[in-house]
């Protein structure tokens, strides 16, 4: 519909009001009202160039690891502050990318998480959230007992735990990764 200069009932915030008229406000407990502000990367498949992948992740003991979905990770490295520790443990440091592994197979989640760590130290981001989900229809989880044990044999990863409740809990981690820019610079 058009609307005439000289057609002065039908003004443009009747017409909006009219167009929304049947629309209806989110209920409160949708609304994520803390949302950080981190660049997102959702992975399908394996990176396609594997020779850029630096780290070769053993799966040995990630095997027999037994870690139920609501189980809490952490670990950290040798020395890193206890301040800096508790920093992250606190969802503290500033955010710089986002891995969602959920559906990837175990093989496929290996090369992934090589390649989005190399990604991200040539990036110099400093802190970055991977999830790796709880598992599903009351089966124990495959990729967090495997996420636990591959990112400590990652020699660029200073530590790593569970996420706070709005970045995914027990379904997450924060991973401090070094300053590989700063350590360019020192040699």
């Known amino acids: 519909m058009t609307k005439n200069k000289s057609d002065k009932s ?3 915030s009747e017409l909006f009001r009219q167009a929304v008229s049947d629309a209806r406000p989110l209920k409160k407990s949708n ?3 803390d949302a950080p502000n981190i ?3 959702r992975v399908n498949r394996p990176a396609v160039n594997a020779e850029s992948v ?3 992740l053993s799966d040995f003991a990630g095997k027999n690891d037994k870690i139920s979905a609501e189980e809490s990770l952490t670990y950290r490295g040798d020395g890193l502050q206890q301040r800096a520790f508790k920093k992250l443990k606190n969802g503290q440091f500033e ?6 592994m959920h559906g990837l197979t175990v093989n496929a989640a290996r090369e992934v998480l090589s390649q989005f760590i190399v990604d991200c130290l040539s990036q110099e981001y400093r802190c970055v959230i991977i999830v790796h989900g709880k598992g599903s229809r009351g089966e124990a989880p495959k990729l967090k007992p495997m996420l636990n044990h591959w990112l400590k044999q990652i ?3 200073l530590a790593f735990c569970s996420t706070l409740p709005r970045h995914g ?12 820019f700063k350590t360019k610079h020192l040699e």
């Open 10 to 12: 039908t003004t443009d």
């Open 31 to 33: 609304v994520v009202t």
């Open 39 to 41: 660049k997102s990367i």
């Open 54 to 56: 630096e780290y070769n």
């Open 95 to 100: 955010i710089d990318a986002h891995l969602d």
């Open 155 to 157: 020699p660029d990863v």
């Open 169 to 180: 809990g027990a379904g997450a981690v924060y991973v401090l990764l070094k300053n590989v």
